[in-house]
Structure formats: structure tokens, C-alpha cells
């Protein structure tokens, strides 16, 4: 991990150990539940989620590249830290992909200040060292450019539709990319929200610290305005709804259970198009390796046979399956619903 | 095809293997490709590990098949459907081929075969015996068609050379075995990229997408210096060559470019695309998963060799990629194009008997020309 200053944390919280900060600074996390002079950073922290959630840049403490006064510095990070402590107590994941992308959004304005600070080699340094480390885009610098191998440019614009993002409309030479400070960080904007939403998921949900519990409260109401649409009907079995569900909270579903609800969605009918949006909320998305694995499924590439959905029987061995009345006298969730004489 | 012709072919092929094993070319790492093979009227077989080149001669003689296939990409369970091989990396191929270069030439040596009646001719839109229109089409590519698919690979070359830094080393040229070449790139930066940054980068090499504004033409705030200079390195370089043709013909057309507007423009880069354009057949490069003819293998659609080029500009395939054997062979042959194979002339001939050394006789059952007597 990168060695950080008081400053760069602030602008990054991302990048801190969340544990390991909060004990360098002498604190627990009980306190701030109890602490009458902590507690406002609860407050600071659910209001951080609420600009998230409202879709704008929470605006911070931080000055231009510095903390207006010291003492706003420890609370610009602490809110950060509780606010995801505070997300993950309401485990509410339509929350935590808005703030993970509004904090990302808010990053990406440091770092582009950073990148292109000419008086301040090592403010440079940092932002190009956040992203190799993270990205594993190896950015040189050359003149007033940031140059990138043609490789690592790909991978990441491929997921840009603007004509002007495609590689003949680049600069190109001697195999890297050519760019401008603004251009490196709009190109690593989608792995940036990933990367905090990530964070997040894997943190460790603490127990109910008593004080927290308003703000929770508060939260998984907030979160019921979010509840995105389904593509959920009646006709569905219950394995196939729970499948849904999980992904739908941005939980991990095995590969057994998306081979069940692709296999199952493609049969009836449904394209690949149709499904692919399904898996976006899975903790390890990767859009190319999704088509690619539907389209196999779906028997448009490769070896050409669609795959069709496995038996009740099997997916009851995968734990997959959780059968109700409807599911009696059937062999197969295709069959589900079909009146049977 | 009839069953003395296929084993015929089958023999001819076996000769090939036998005596000519050190003409293939086992990739590196052959433990992680994926191999596959077909025999003569069956389907194919895929999905194939094999260990080393012993293991490749042994499946070669026990099979005897028409066409040999090996995958660009590296895996780490070959022998497992797609879905479980587990991807590693591919390298880099390119596929350039006469048929896509809409040459003149080749309406000259295109025949074709009526699906209802076997009627060879020369009439590509419907069978002069029984008009049916399912036809299928045979071409006896010529000099002209294998010297603009040079050019082709030169221009590819330069490109890969110059803008992405690959060093001509990691490149290697191999004739098709039938109608143009196989480009491969080894250890470069695009190993492991996938299938989506593939199409971007083919979209790169063909010149195609690229908006006014890369080439200096801007829809408002117009600015002649934005426009690119002669020596300039890439794409713009090459746009200011064909567009300007000489550096001091640069202003005045730059006063034209401006007063015809955005939208001629766009005209112009199009016009670009298709002259300067590397014309590279994307669909090959962008599948990470394809299996291709194994260099050095043969290719049944003729008879000859895919062949490694160690001198493309004289390279010549029907010379270099020719090596089957001059033993003499009887064959009916319809072929209304004539044909040279090894510096020898053949035919036409109007469904006649001849006499011919197999190489050609091979040659024009592969194209379905003849058959044995
Ligand atoms: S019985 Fe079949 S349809 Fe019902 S839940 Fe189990 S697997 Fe799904
Ligand atoms: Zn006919
Ligand atoms: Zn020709």
C-alpha cells in the first residue's frame, strides 16, 4: 500500500485501512456512538451518504489541496470511514453503489488536480502511483502528456462509446497512448467506483454499536426510494427469484446459480442483451467475460447448441433450489407454472 | 467428393507428412494450445491437447487429415469444452486475404461448380447448363492477387512496427496455403488482451472510425495548424502523404479541405480508410478462442503448404508452398482457367483425360476440378 500524508488521506480515504487509521488516531468505534464530541461525526457521515445518494459530490472540508484548518482534517476522514460503517450496518447495497461512485467522482477530481500540478513533482508522483497500484495503468509522464501502453489504454476505453475515445482517434506512438491529465482519470472512472464499491463489500459488517442506530434507521428508509427495477413476474420459480435476489443486493451468487438463471432466462426467450444487465451488481462483474459466457451459453458463439436450464433434481443437490407448493409434479423450473393435467 | 479421390488425397497428404514433418511449425508452449483436425468429408474435431511435436507427427499419420488447426491462445486445460479451458492469453493474428481486396482480377480465375448438375463454368450468376443459381465458387488465385496481399502485409507490418512498437522479430509471415496470408505477432504488449480491445485495435490498423477532428478538421473554430504535418508519425503522418502528396502541395489543400467543410471531410477520411487502410479480415483477429491452420500444415482447398515467407517480396507460393510429389497421376479435369504449379503451365482443360503430376492433380481435386480416372 501507499505510504500516505495527512493531506493525501484526506483526499483519498479510500486508501486507508480503515482499522489500522482509526487505532493510529486513538480511537475505537464505540466512541463515536457515546462521545458527546464524536457524535456530530455520525451526523457528518449520514450526510455524506445523503448527498451520495442524491447523485451529487459530497463537498468536502478540504480547501483546494489542503485542509482548511487541522482540526477538519482527522473529521474529513473519520466521516468517510463511519459512513461506510454506517452502510454496512444497513446493508443496503442500492446505497453503497451511489456512495461508491460519488466518492470515486470526488477522488477523480483530486487526482486529475494532482496529475496535472506542475509546481509539485510529488503530487504528481502520488496520483500516478494510486494509478498504477489500483488499475495497474502504468502512466509515464512525457512533456506536458501522460503516456500509456496501447494495452492498458484498451482495457479500459472499451467501455466509452464516444467516437473520440477510440484508439485511431488518439494519439498514438511507439506503442502508448498519449494524454491529457483530465483524459488519464476520465479513464479509469468506472474501475474507480468499483474499486471504493468494492472496499465496501468486503469490509466487515460490525455488530449494532449502540448510538448508530438512528442513522441506520434512517438509512434503510432512504434506501427503499432506490429499489431498482425487477425483471421478477409471478411465473418465476423460487430458485430462479432468489437467484435474482441475490444478485439484486450485489451479493455473490456461485457460478452454479447464474449458470441456472442464464440458462433459464435464455430459454425463455430472452436475449443475451436482455439478461447481461442482470449481473452488473455481482461483486466480480466483468461485462466481456459475462457476454462471452451468455452468448456460450446462449449457443450464439462456440460450439453453436444452447445450453438449456438444469433439472430440480441437480439443482437441488447445488442447494439452488427452494421449492414451494407450486414446484410439486415438476421436473424442471421451465416447467414451472404450466398447468399440468 | 468421390471415394478414390479422397484416397488419393489422403495418400498425397501422408506422403506430405511423412517426408516433409520439418516444414511444421509446433508453436511454443504447445501444451497450452488447443488442437484440432478434420478428415476428408467429416466434421471436425476439436478440443485437442497434445504435448509435443512427436505426439502432433503420431495424430498427423494415424489420422491423415485434410486440414490441421491449432489455437493462438494459450490455455491452461486445452483438452476441456470453451467454457472450462480457462484463458490465458492469444497471440496476435492477423488474416489477410485476396478475396476481401475486390480485385479486378479475380472475376478472370473464379469458376463455378452448379450444386444440381457439376457443371463447371465460367459464369458466376447461374449454371449455363441448367441456370440453376446455387453455385458454389472455386478461384485459381494469380500473381496479381498474391502481390496486392503483400502489399497488404506491408502495410500492416509498418503500422505494427512504427505506431505499436512490435520489433520485426515478433513478426512472422505465413502464406495461407491458399488465397492470402496469416500475420502472427509473438510477445507483445497485446497477449492478453481480449476480444473487445482486439476490435478496437483492428478498427486501429484499418483506419476506420476516425472522426475529422483526429485529422485537424474541426466543426467550428477552424485552424489550419491543427491539421497534421508531412512527417508526421501514425495515422496523421500517413493521411497528410495521401492526402497531400507532397509537402509543398500542403497549404493549398489545406484552403480546400476548409472551404469544403466538415462533412466532405468525413468524405475524405472515409475515402482515406479505403485506399490507406490496412484491409485486415477483423472477424479473425477479434476471436480469442478461433483455432487456425497449423503453419506448415496443408490446406485442402489446394493442395499447398501454409508457408512460412522469410522473403515475402519474392516469395512465391506456387513455387515455395508447392510440395507434393511429380509422380504422374491420370485424372478427368474441367478446369476452364489455367494454372502454373512449380513453373509448369497446366491446363485449360475441357473435361478431357490428362496425365499430371500429382501436386497439380491435387491442386485441382482440392479446387474440384478433376477427379481421378
Ligand atoms: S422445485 Fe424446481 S422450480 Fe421449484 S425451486 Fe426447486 S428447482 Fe426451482
Ligand atoms: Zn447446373
Ligand atoms: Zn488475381
New binding site residues.
Given amino acids: 500500500m501507499l505510504a500516505l500524508g495527512q493531506d493525501e488521506i484526506a483526499k483519498y480515504p479510500f486508501l486507508a485501512d480503515a482499522g489500522q487509521y482509526l487505532k493510529d488516531q486513538g480511537f475505537s468505534l464505540e466512541q463515536f456512538g457515546t462521545d458527546p464530541d464524536l457524535k456530530d461525526l455520525i451526523k457528518k457521515a449520514y450526510q455524506r451518504i445523503l448527498v451520495a445518494a442524491d447523485g451529487k459530490i459530497y463537498k468536502s472540508d478540504l480547501d483546494g489541496d489542503h485542509v482548511s484548518k487541522e482540526a477538519a482534517l482527522p473529521r474529513e476522514v473519520f466521516s468517510f470511514l463511519l459512513a461506510i460503517v454506517l452502510l454496512k450496518l444497513s446493508g443496503m447495497h442500492t446505497l453503497i453503489k451511489r456512495f461508491a461512485l460519488a466518492e470515486a467522482r470526488r477522488a477523480e477530481k483530486y487526482l486529475e488536480k494532482d496529475l496535472a500540478n506542475i509546481s509539485d513533482e510529488s503530487k504528481n508522483q502520488l496520483a500516478i502511483r494510486v494509478i498504477d497500484d489500483l488499475f495497474s495503468v502504468q502512466v509515464e509522464k512525457s512533456d506536458g502528456y501522460f503516456v500509456i501502453p496501447v494495452s492498458d489504454y484498451l482495457k479500459h476505453s472499451i467501455n466509452f462509446h464516444e467516437r473520440e475515445w477510440k484508439l485511431i482517434n488518439r494519439h498514438v506512438e511507439n506503442g502508448q497512448v498519449f494524454l491529457s491529465p483530465h483524459e488519464t482519470v476520465r479513464l479509469i472512472r468506472k474501475e474507480l467506483g468499483t474499486y471504493i464499491n468494492s472496499k465496501i463489500i468486503n469490509a466487515k459488517t460490525p455488530t449494532m454499536i449502540p448510538g448508530f442506530e438512528d442513522s441506520v434507521n434512517k438509512l434503510v428508509l432512504l434506501s427503499k426510494k432506490f429499489v431498482t427495477y425487477t425483471v421478477t413476474t409471478g411465473e418465476y420459480?423460487?430458485?430462479?427469484k432468489h437467484a435474482i435476489e441475490i444478485l439484486e443486493k450485489g451479493e455473490n451468487l456461485p457460478h452454479s446459480g447464474r449458470f441456472m438463471l442464464a440458462s433459464f432466462l435464455l430459454s425463455k426467450g430472452q436475449t443475451v442483451q436482455q439478461v447481461a444487465p442482470l449481473f452488473k451488481n455481482a461483486p466480480d462483474y466483468n461485462e466481456r467475460v459475462t457476454l462471452y459466457q451468455l452468448n456460450h451459453l446462449a449457443g450464439t458463439s462456440g460450439s453453436g447448441t444452447q445450453y438449456s436450464c438444469p433439472s430440480?433434481e441437480k439443482?437441488?443437490t447445488q442447494s439452488?433450489?427452494?421449492?414451494?407448493s407450486?414446484?410439486d409434479n415438476?421436473?424442471?423450473?421451465l416447467?414451472?407454472g404450466r398447468k399440468k393435467k | 467428393m468421390q471415394e478414390a479421390d479422397i484416397l488419393f488425397l489422403e495418400d498425397s497428404f501422408k506422403k506430405y507428412y511423412f517426408n516433409h514433418f520439418d516444414q511444421i511449425k509446433v508453436p511454443e508452449r504447445t501444451s497450452e494450445r488447443e488442437f484440432g483436425y478434420q478428415k476428408f468429408n467429416s466434421g471436425m474435431t476439436r478440443h485437442i491437447s497434445l504435448k509435443d511435436d512427436k505426439e502432433l507427427h503420431l495424430l498427423l499419420m494415424q489420422n491423415i487429415p485434410s486440414d490441421v488447426y491449432c489455437s493462438n491462445a494459450c490455455y491452461t486445460f486445452p483438452n476441456l469444452p470453451m467454457n472450462e479451458k480457462d484463458w490465458k492469453e492469444a497471440d496476435l493474428i492477423f488474416d489477410i486475404d485476396a478475396k476481401d481486396l475486390n480485385l479486378s482480377c479475380r472475376e478472370n480465375h473464379t469458376v463455378s461448380i452448379c450444386n444440381d448438375c457439376n457443371e463447371v463454368s465460367k459464369n458466376l450468376t447461374q449454371c449455363s447448363k441448367c441456370n440453376s443459381t446455387k453455385l458454389e465458387k472455386k478461384s485459381l488465385p494469380c500473381k496479381n492477387c498474391i502481390d496486392a496481399s503483400k502489399i497488404e502485409v506491408e502495410k500492416l507490418s509498418e503500422v505494427l512496427i512504427n505506431d505499436l512498437a512490435i520489433t520485426r522479430e515478433n513478426i512472422q509471415v505465413y502464406f495461407s496455403g491458399n488465397e492470402g496470408f496469416h500475420v502472427y505477432v509473438y510477445n507483445s504488449q497485446f497477449q492478453e488482451i481480449g476480444s473487445r480491445e482486439r476490435s478496437e485495435l483492428t478498427d486501429y490498423i484499418s483506419l476506420r472510425g476516425a472522426i475529422p477532428e483526429t485529422f485537424g478538421m474541426k466543426k467550428f473554430k477552424q485552424d489550419r495548424a491543427s491539421f497534421p504535418d508531412f512527417n508526421e508519425n501514425g495515422w496523421r503522418g500517413r493521411f497528410s502523404k495521401y492526402v497531400f502528396g507532397s509537402k509543398s502541395k500542403r497549404s493549398k489543400i489545406i484552403t480546400e479541405l476548409l472551404a469544403n467543410g466538415y462533412s466532405s471531410f468525413q468524405k475524405t477520411l472515409d475515402n482515406a480508410s479505403e485506399n490507406i487502410g490496412v484491409k485486415i479480415d477483423p472477424n479473425v483477429t477479434i476471436d480469442i478462442h478461433r483455432i487456425f491452420r497449423l503453419p506448415g500444415s496443408i490446406n485442402s482447398k489446394s493442395g499447398l503448404t501454409k508457408t512460412h515467407c522469410d522473403d515475402l517480396t519474392n516469395f512465391d507460393p506456387y513455387v515455395e508452398a508447392s510440395f507434393l510429389s511429380d509422380d504422374t497421376v491420370e485424372v478427368f479435369a474441367n478446369s476452364p482457367i489455367e494454372f502454373k504449379l512449380k513453373n509448369k503451365k497446366f491446363g485449360p482443360y475441357l473435361n478431357e483425360k490428362v496425365t499430371v503430376p500429382t501436386f497439380a492433380a491435387v491442386y485441382m481435386i482440392c479446387k474440384k476440378l478433376a477427379r481421378i480416372a
Fill in positions: 420459480p423460487p430458485c430462479i430440480c439443482l437441488k439452488l433450489c427452494f421449492a414451494t407450486e414446484c415438476i421436473i424442471n423450473p416447467q414451472f
